[in-house]
């Protein structure tokens, strides 16, 4: 079957503009997680939508920075006024349960950010 | 605050060597911890997840193990394949909060020479 796709899978933006990265998860996953990749920083977690209860926004590295996910299925991370450290490997992940044993995450390829 | 780190950071053994990668971290409250592979340009493989409770896990060539107690969990390899070389996340869950975000370690870049 499809596994998470995100979209596009690069990205070359200039400073100061808004980006925004798609992703499609796993049909019938109700999580949906952000992250980020990025050198020396490792990977970190941005943001978790999880059903319709408040989405965890704990990762969220400034105001800049927002997601949402519509209908419980796609989400869209926005970066606005993107700044040159926000270049990273933006990476979406999905899970069919929050508890119990198959609550394994199923990573998309990522959209790689670049801003000049 | 949960911090999880991975020793080492790179590996570079003969094909057929068995080999250990070792994960660590600080706050023993886990849900769970999971294992994942990422391969250059890639997104991640989630190779074995261990549930608290559990001590390992087993699939195929990998064995995982968790001590929760002491804060650690190994990766075992067995007769290790050109094929295996990648980078090798650990991430372990929270177990305070209502939340499934993962914590990862840096990772170790393994790479297995024919």
């Known amino acids: 079957g499809a596994g998470v796709s995100q979209s596009p899978s690069n990205k070359v933006t200039e400073k100061g503009k808004d980006v925004e990265l798609r992703c499609d998860p796993i049909?019938?996953?109700?999580?949906l997680y952000w992250y980020r990749q990025s050198l020396g920083q490792g990977l970190e977690f941005l943001i978790y939508?999880?059903?319709?209860?408040?989405?965890?926004k704990s990762g969220l590295p400034s105001d800049r920075f927002s997601a949402e996910r519509t209908g419980g299925s796609v989400s869209t991370l926005t970066i606005q006024r993107t700044q040159q450290e926000d270049s990273a490997v933006y990476l979406c992940?999905?899970?069919?349960?929050?508890?119990?044993?198959?609550?394994?995450?199923?990573f998309g390829p990522g959209t790689r950010l670049t801003v000049l | 605050k949960q911090e999880v780190t991975q020793i080492p950071a790179a590996l570079s053994v003969p094909e057929g060597e068995n080999l250990v990668l070792n994960c660590s971290f600080t706050?023993?409250?886990?849900?769970?911890l999971q294992w994942f592979r990422q391969d250059p340009g890639k997104g991640l493989t989630s190779l074995l997840l261990i549930q608290s409770s559990q001590r390992e896990q087993t699939s195929g060539r990998l064995n995982a193990s968790l001590d929760k107690s002491s804060g650690r969990s190994t990766l075992y390899i067995a007769a290790s394949q050109p094929g295996d070389s990648a980078t090798y996340l650990c991430a372990v869950r929270p177990g305070s909060g209502n939340t499934g975000k993962l914590i990862f370690g840096q990772g170790t870049t393994l790479q297995v020479k024919p």
């Open positions: 049909s019938g996953h109700t999580a």
């Open positions: 706050d023993s409250a886990i849900y769970n």
């Open positions: 992940a999905s899970s069919p349960l929050l508890a119990g044993y198959t609550d394994t995450q199923y």
């Open positions: 939508f999880q059903g319709n209860s408040a989405p965890d």
